[in-house]
């Protein structure tokens, strides 16, 4: 059910920015009994609608994450409530602290970002998840274009 509305959360991204799953795939990462699926992508995505709810901007030049931690030891990977903080490198080594958002709709929990980024950069993201005395870092990077 938890991974059922996450899934519907992208899904409903997709739908809105018109785009296939292929060209704005979600990813997953194992992190010890973890399974961390997140997603980056630019704010223009987002309806207006979508944005005023979950209390976030939309600009060109604003990208939004998107982060749901899972419990893959257990049946049906139930969602986990953890904490998330981390920040975010631009090519130019300069860091941005990055506040996460906690959202819980139903069984589905997911924490949301949002940072700025400029045309055709490439931001590096470095996510700490805690929960008790598990912890794991997240690192990846993303390419941000303006639309």
């Known amino acids: 059910m938890k991974k059922l509305m996450l899934l519907g959360v992208v899904a409903l991204v997709f739908i ?6 292929a060209s704005f795939a979600e990813q997953s990462k ?7 699926h997140y997603n ?5 995505l987002l309806r207006a609608e979508m944005a005023s709810q979950y209390g976030l901007s939309r600009s060109e030049t604003l990208a939004t994450l998107n982060i749901s ?11 986990q409530q953890v904490e998330v903080s981390g920040y ?7 860091q941005t602290r990055l506040e996460f958002k906690e959202v819980i709709e139903g069984d589905a929990v997911y924490y949301l970002t949002q940072t700025r980024f400029t045309n055709l950069e490439t931001l ?3 996510i700490t998840i805690k929960q008790g005395n598990e912890s794991h870092e ?3 990077h993303k390419e941000f274009w303006a639309n």
Do not use: D, H, I, Y
């Open 138 to 140: 997240l690192r990846f």
């Open 124 to 126: 590096r993201f470095f």
């Open 40 to 44: 980056a992508f630019n704010s223009t």
């Open 69 to 79: 931690v899972l419990n893959a030891n257990l049946p049906n990977k139930p969602a």
């Open 30 to 36: 194992r992190l010890g009994a973890w399974e961390v």
């Open 88 to 94: 975010v490198m631009n090519p130019l080594s300069q």
């Open 16 to 21: 809105v920015a018109g785009f296939s799953p």
